[in-house]
């Protein structure tokens, strides 16, 4: 749990509006390019490389003009470079045994 800062490089949108379909609009100018606020996390983490984690962010700053703050849960699902290592290394029977 503890604070987050974000900074906002690209905003592009797809949709149908009024019966007209746009494709690909920036919509960087709407936004707020800082976002900052409270993050808190819970996880759990299999097999010492495969984890899952769920966030919470709390946006504490104002992210368009119209007053709307950054709140939003996700899930992560993580593996770490010991996932491939275990999965693709072959272990050497031989280790440990003298000729």
């Keep these: 749990m503890g ?3 974000s900074y906002l490089l690209k905003s592009r949108q797809d949709g149908t509006a009024l019966g007209m379909e746009y494709d690909n609009i920036n919509t960087i100018d709407f936004y707020e390019t ?3 606020g409270i993050s808190a ?3 759990v983490a299999i097999l010492q490389s495969l984890f899952f984690e769920l966030n919470y962010n709390y946006g504490l700053s104002e992210i368009n003009s ?3 703050n950054n ?3 996700s ?3 993580m593996l770490s470079s010991m996932f491939f290592e275990v999965l693709f290394t072959k272990p050497d029977y031989n280790e440990g ?3």
């Design 3 to 5: 604070p987050y800062a």
């Design 71 to 73: 709140h939003f849960f």
């Design 97 to 99: 045994f003298e000729d």
């Design 34 to 36: 800082l976002d900052y």
């Design 41 to 43: 996390s819970i996880g």
């Design 75 to 77: 899930l992560n699902l």
């Design 66 to 68: 119209g007053g709307g």
